[in-house]
């Protein structure tokens, strides 16, 4: 099966920090992608990857960068963490094979920032 | 842009009753339609899914029928079971390489007993 790993499942962090959230998967995919979700609001694509070192801005990048150093491990970073990115996280991957579209989640971290 | 509209939500049912959760979309090409399901506590999971028009998938007693004439996959069920509660969350992606997920706001379903 594949596998999407998120380093945390639950994360507390104070206003102005500097966060990492990591995801790993394990099947080879070229396509990473960011995603927050909030109640009422649904799923929310924040920054995707379809190759190492390239990436692209979904639909509310602001206040967040990523980083795709290797074709696992897909990075989103808040540079200075604010209250109002209280949330749930979600990674996911794709492959690009055509008879095979799928999409994979991780579990999730929920970033609590106080 | 793509976009997905689902029902103001939450839902509530009793056991065996039947279910219909209604989903548009707006999309240029023909995307491929998904419903993910998300129960509480965990992370989301892919319930069916739907690559061309008038396909119908089918999981766990759940239907969805692609209707490009309406612009609509409606996910369905004859009787929902308490286990059935979670949100759902309808959504599409074009066909492309380098496709990506739009989703819908999701909808909260209880069942009681």
């Known amino acids: 099966d594949v596998k999407v790993t998120q380093s945390s499942r639950y994360l507390v962090k104070r206003t102005g920090e500097k966060v990492f959230l990591e995801c790993v998967q394990d099947?080879?995919?070229?396509?990473m992608f960011w995603y927050r979700q909030d109640p009422g609001l649904g799923l929310r694509l924040i920054y995707f990857?379809?190759?190492?070192?390239?990436?692209e801005k979904g639909d509310i990048p602001e206040g967040y960068s990523v980083s795709r150093e290797k074709k696992e491990r897909f990075s989103l970073i808040l540079e200075s963490a604010s209250t109002n990115q209280t949330s749930m996280y979600l990674c996911a991957s794709k492959g690009t094979d055509p008879l095979n579209y799928g999409y994979t989640f991780g579990s999730g971290t929920r970033l609590t920032v106080v | 842009g793509d976009s997905v509209t689902q029902r103001e939500g939450p839902v509530t049912l009793s056991e065996e009753a039947f279910l219909t959760i209604n989903c548009t979309y707006t999309a240029t090409g023909y995307p491929s339609l998904f419903w993910y399901v998300q129960y509480p506590g965990e992370g989301l999971q892919l319930l069916l899914k739907?690559?061309?028009?008038?396909d119908k998938g089918s999981n766990k007693g759940f239907e969805a029928t692609y209707r490009k004439e309406t612009t609509s996959f409606h996910l369905e069920k004859g009787s929902v079971q308490v286990s059935d509660s979670a949100v759902y969350f309808c959504a599409l992606s074009d066909t492309g390489a380098n496709s990506k997920l739009t989703f819908g706001k999701g909808i909260t379903l209880s069942v009681r007993p």
């Open positions: 990857s379809y190759d190492v070192k390239m990436k």
């Open positions: 739907a690559t061309k028009a008038d």
């Open positions: 099947m080879d995919h070229e396509n």
